[in-house]
């Protein structure tokens, strides 16, 4: 009898009994209590990251464009001192 087959068994004989139906049923709420409040916190991470998204693209945009400018900047002036010489 394999893993499964011993936690059937057990599954069996725990719900045979009164206290065992309890328990069973104390934990299932638990567990669905559980699985209620992931969702929630998932939920709630879910809308932080969308709020965050877009504020770090913005940022990304804005060093990109500092870049960009900067690096214009460099090559004129390289250019400019070649020139220069």
Sequence with gaps: MGPW?????????????????VYVRKLFRTALRAGCQAKESAGELAG?????????????????ADETSNSHKKKKEKAATHHAE
């Design 5 to 21: 087959g011993i936690a059937g068994l057990i599954a069996i004989v725990a719900v045979s009994t009164k206290e065992g139906r």
């Design 48 to 64: 932080k990251v969308i709020e965050y998204k877009d504020e770090i693209i913005a940022e990304i945009k804005a060093d990109s």
